[in-house]
T-cell receptor, first 114, second 109 residues
Framework: IAGITQAPTSQILAAGRRMTLRCTQD?????MYWYRQDLGLGLRLIHY???????GKGEVPDGYSVSRANTDDFPLTLASAVPSQTSVYFC?????????????FGPGTRLTVT | GQNIDQPTEMTATEGAIVQINCTYQ??????LFWYQQHAGEAPTFLSY??LDGLEEKGRFSSFLSRSKGYSYLLLKELQMKDSASYLC??????????WGAGTKLIIKP
């Protein structure tokens, strides 16, 4: 594979259920990010990781958790899904967190919470 | 608060030129990015500006004025495949990207 993969592509989830969105990159990028994209709003940062073993909270972290056990993987977990978490979720990575480093995006996961 | 403003939608004709504006108010500035996003797809990187002036890359150019908190993306010789949303994002003092809601560009033949 080349780039970033996300799984699943789409999911319908009952409210209250736990769900993990998977993200894997093979570019050996240090920094990784999770965004959600909602109609009429810009991408909003949920959590980020500047390097393996570290994570940080973004603009909308409530209800979500992440881990970064290694360079390649950055899973996002919804502990108890609520309808307001219905969104398209994008994972992204960049070589580093500063300067001109652009972010590369995965194909996204479309999540519907009912 | 932090804010990125872009027009919601623009329409242009194939072969023409279009300018998409972006104004920003952020806590700090460490660069401005433009991304393209086709419907149902992931955003892809177009350009990066950190100093004032114009950056040209083929049919696409991006301009930045830090004193005015303003940028624009200029698309020349428009093609039907340029129909997409164009996202403006500013890297703030925490080196996080703050995103605008995007401008949907519709190209008509």
């Amino acid at each position: 594979i080349a780039g970033i993969t996300q799984a699943p592509t789409s999911q319908i989830l009952a409210a209250g259920r736990r769900m993990t969105l998977r993200c894997t990159q093979d570019m050996r990028h240090n920094a990784m990010y999770w965004y959600r994209q909602d109609l009429g709003l810009g991408l909003r940062l949920i959590h980020y990781s500047n390097t393996a073993g570290t994570t940080g909270k973004g603009e909308v972290p409530d209800g979500y958790s992440v881990s970064r056990a290694n360079t390649d993987d950055f899973p996002l977990t919804l502990a108890s899904a609520v309808p307001s978490q219905t969104s398209v979720y994008f994972c992204a990575s960049s070589a580093a967190s500063g300067d001109s480093y652009e972010q590369y995006f995965g194909p996204g996961t479309r999540l519907t919470v009912t | 608060g932090q804010n990125i403003d872009q027009p919601t939608e623009m329409t242009a004709t194939e072969g023409a030129i279009v300018q998409i504006n972006c104004t920003y108010q952020t806590s700090g500035f460490n660069g401005l990015f433009w991304y393209q996003q086709h419907a149902g797809e992931a955003p892809t990187f177009l350009s990066y500006n950190v100093l004032d002036g114009l950056e040209e890359k083929g049919r696409f150019s991006s301009f930045l004025s830090r004193s005015k908190g303003y940028s624009y993306l200029l698309l020349k010789e428009l093609q039907m495949k340029d129909s997409a949303s164009y996202l403006c994002a500013v890297r703030d003092s925490n080196y996080q990207l703050i995103w605008g809601a995007g401008t949907k560009l519709i190209i008509k033949p």
